[in-house]
Every structure is written in C-alpha cells, then in structure tokens.
C-alpha cells in the first residue's frame, strides 16, 4: 500500500489543523493505520494509530485530548485532528501502514508501510 500524508502547515500555538493519510494501489482493509512524528534533533515517536477494521484507536499520552485519529471509510483516509497545538508538536509527521496488535503499535519495527511526511510547525 502507498501512502500520502497531506495537510501540515504553519499555526499558532492554540490552533488546529488536520492531517490527512491518502492509501492508493489498496485499501487500509486489513491494516493499522497510524502518525508518528519526528521533531528537529529527536528520534521519531509515535502519536496516534487506529484499526482501519473495527476502529481501534491508540493516541500517545503527550498528546491525548488534543489530538484525535479517526477514518474516513468513503475516502480511504485516515485523519489526525489536531487541536490546541503547542510549539513542542512542530514535526515531520508521518503516516504508516502495518499489520499488528494494539500492544505493538508504538513500536516503529511494526509498521511496514510509511507516507513521505508533512511538516507541522506551531509558532509562539
């Protein structure tokens, strides 16, 4: 599966924007579908994932009640809502496809299948 992640951008800090991950070639039938991110300097961390069949969802406690993963079923899209945003969520964030459990799905090693990244940068 080929993925596309859209919708980053420049925001002030208390603002939202929402992510898009676009799969073409398949569809997320089968798959987790989840964001990571990757700040200046730091190693990539998990943000958020959701199970494209039956809609699982798992959100990194850094960002949980600020950020909210959802499907698009119509679209073949996965979307993260991000609301509130602080300086510290400027990113790349990627999305990712895999095949795996709830308990693996912070784990980068999971997830086989990853978009090119869209950057978010939340201004003070």
């Known amino acids: 599966v080929q993925l596309q992640a859209s919708g980053g951008g420049l925001v002030q800090a208390g603002g939202s924007l929402r992510l898009s991950c676009a799969a073409s070639?398949?569809?997320?039938?089968?798959?987790?579908v989840g964001w990571f991110r990757q700040a200046p300097g730091k190693e990539r961390e998990f943000v958020a994932a959701?199970?494209?069949?039956?809609?699982?969802?798992l959100h990194a406690d850094s960002v949980k009640g600020r950020f909210s993963i959802s499907k698009d079923i119509a679209r073949n899209t996965v979307l993260l809502q991000m609301n509130s945003l602080k300086p510290e969520d400027t990113a790349v964030y990627y999305c990712?496809?895999?095949?795996?459990?709830?308990?693996?799905?912070?784990?980068?090693?999971?997830?086989?299948?990853w978009g090119q990244g869209t950057l978010v940068t939340v201004s003070s």
């Open positions: 070639g398949s569809s997320f039938a089968g798959y987790a």
């Open positions: 990712a496809a895999g095949r795996g459990i709830v308990s693996s799905w912070s784990s980068e090693r999971m997830w086989g299948y």
């Open positions: 959701i199970r494209w069949s039956g809609g699982n969802t």
